[in-house]
């Protein structure tokens, strides 16, 4: 089962910034906090991880909080190309153990 | 694009077909996933190679279902006597497994109707 709890649906303006929440309570300390979204008939795509620190690269930001129990994933100018379902997904990093992805959050971004 | 490639993209099969679907992951790449995906649903686990090895195979697999990474580099995917409950969407990913990063590249899928 997924170890993350996510709503199931956002909107967002498109221009503004669209913030997606993720609850992971029971997460280890070895245990990385992974996003990838899924366009409408397409694979998922990786976003972003991090560990502990707030990660930032081209496409989002990364925001754990200082007890890792939840996260923030910004796309800090949505389009409407970001409409997706985001998946957020904790995993130990180097091992052997499979993504195990939840029913995600899908953002419609409106214009 | 060197991407995750899988086909056929589309598949029409009649119940009680045997259905194979073909995975070719990045050439780098020494692990390849295989996951299924239903509408409304997020994917769902299959099984994973190493190289050549199967390493997990997860309990929806069942009987009817096998698949084969020969040499390590594309992978097969075979459902025998397929049933109606068999439709959904097979996604393969590969990635380079073990390492710091590791992150998951992901095929665009073979949808898969059995009618």
């Known amino acids: 089962d997924a170890k993350t709890t996510q709503p199931p649906s956002m909107d967002c303006a498109e221009g503004r910034a669209a913030n997606l929440p993720c609850n992971h309570s029971?997460?280890?300390?070895?245990?990385?906090v992974y996003w990838y979204r899924q366009i409408h008939s397409q694979g998922p795509q990786y976003i972003i991880h991090g560990l502990k620190n707030n990660e930032t690269n081209e496409m989002a930001s990364l925001i754990i909080t200082e007890d890792r129990k939840s996260s923030t994933l910004i796309l800090p100018h949505a389009t409407l190309r970001d409409t997706a379902v985001y998946y957020c997904?904790?995993?130990?990093?180097?091992?052997?153990?499979?993504?195990?992805f939840g029913k995600g959050t899908k953002l419609t971004v409106n214009p | 694009d060197t991407g995750v490639s899988q086909d056929p993209r589309h598949k029409i099969t009649k119940r009680g077909q045997n259905v194979t679907f073909r995975c070719d992951p990045i050439s780098e790449h020494n692990r390849l996933y295989w996951y299924r995906q239903t509408l409304g649903q997020g994917p769902e686990f299959l099984t994973y190679?190493?190289?050549?090895?199967?390493?997990?195979k997860s309990r929806l697999l069942s009987d009817r279902f096998s698949a084969e990474r020969p040499k390590g580099s594309f992978s097969t995917l075979e459902i025998q006597r397929t049933e109606q409950g068999d439709s959904a969407m097979y996604l393969c990913a590969s990635s380079w497994g073990g390492a710091t990063n590791e992150k998951l590249f992901f095929g665009s899928g073979t949808q898969l109707s059995v009618l």
């Open positions: 029971t997460i280890s300390g070895n245990e990385y």
């Open positions: 997904i904790v995993r130990v990093q180097g091992g052997s153990e499979k993504l195990v």
């Open positions: 190679f190493q190289n050549e090895a199967q390493l997990e």
